[in-house]
């Protein structure tokens, strides 16, 4: 069975800039969560936790109060998908923690290129020269992120690293999950496995938050609910080419927080680095756009 939504190419780019905005907002509370700003630094492991918790609770409502029935989804992909959002969420909160948000974040949409290259043995996808010209200045724009020399280079800068490549494998399994099952069981299933996985993971390292901390941790999973139910509302409603670009916005929105509240300024290299970044994945959208005009030749169905 699939589910079709109605196209709205303008409310589908409207639900992308706000699911930025929401977060942007995670990754502000993650590193005030893994700082001394609120009280005794928290573990990556715990506000991962927290994040998938209160996410899970606020879907949860959102289940009940629209009456959303839970019908056979599909464990093992939801299990794979789930798996590496953990992954990808803990080392992207333990990242900011040390770096800049704008650099943590400008890392993290290397993801899309890690999916396109996955997609060629999982999906049986095509990647033509301009895909791969695409991935080339990413990684180009991601090694300067790092500042790969002795004096400068950021440790830290490779778990947001190890972020993007968990992120670029789930979405491997968010295509195979695309039309199976309505949006909101999606996200209620997505965000039960993750609950579990994050909750054995805290059980090592868990510590008692400050007051402060738990209403940052509710803040920050009922921030990414928000956000998780914009992006798929918005995916579905316009084509992934089109809605693409303004997903970056994050970026703008991570460097205005970082700056707000931490008072943290992107400095010459992080200007350079994301922007080489966002023109390889801009120049890997418009390829998307090209290629959606065509008719379908660049993909295969793998053996059954």
């Not at 905005?21 to 590193?31: C, D, H, N, S, Y």
């Not at 770096?99 to 890392?107: K, S």
Request: hydrophobic share 60%; net charge positive.
């Amino acid at each position: 069975m699939t589910y079709a939504t109605p196209q709205n190419p303008p409310l589908a780019a409207a639900l992308i800039l706000l699911a930025t905005v929401f977060i942007a907002g995670t990754t502000l509370l993650a590193k005030a969560l893994g700082t001394d700003t609120l009280g005794p630094a928290l573990p990556a492991l715990q506000i991962s936790q927290g994040r998938f918790v209160f996410a899970f609770l606020g879907i949860s409502t959102a289940v009940v109060l629209m009456r959303q029935k839970i019908r056979a989804p599909h464990w093992g992909l939801h299990i794979g998908r789930s798996s590496f959002g953990w992954g990808g969420v803990t080392l992207m909160f333990a990242a900011v923690a040390f770096i800049p948000l704008a650099d943590a974040t400008a890392i993290s949409f290397l993801n899309p290129v890690i999916g396109m290259v996955l997609a060629i043995p999982f999906l049986g996808e095509t990647v033509g020269k301009w895909r791969w010209l695409a991935a080339l200045i990413a990684l180009i724009g991601a090694m300067v992120l790092l500042r790969p020399t002795p004096e400068s280079f950021q440790p830290a800068a490779l778990l947001a690293l190890g972020a993007a490549l968990a992120m670029g494998a789930e979405l491997v399994f968010i295509k195979k999950l695309a039309g199976r099952e309505p949006p909101l069981q999606i996200l209620w299933v997505n965000n039960l496995i993750g609950m579990l996985i994050a909750s054995a993971a805290a059980s090592l390292v868990w510590q008692m938050p400050t007051l402060p901390q738990w209403g940052a941790l509710a803040a920050l999973g009922l921030l990414m609910a928000c956000a998780q139910a914009c992006f798929i509302n918005g995916m579905a409603r316009a084509d992934a080419s089109f809605v693409a670009p303004f997903a970056y916005a994050t970026l703008v929105f991570a460097a205005l927080y970082d700056a707000a509240i931490f008072g943290v300024l992107p400095d010459g290299i992080s200007l350079l680095g994301a922007g080489i970044i966002l023109s390889g994945a801009g120049l890997l959208a418009w390829r998307e756009t090209v290629n959606g005009k065509r008719p379908s030749v660049t993909l295969r169905r793998p053996a059954p």
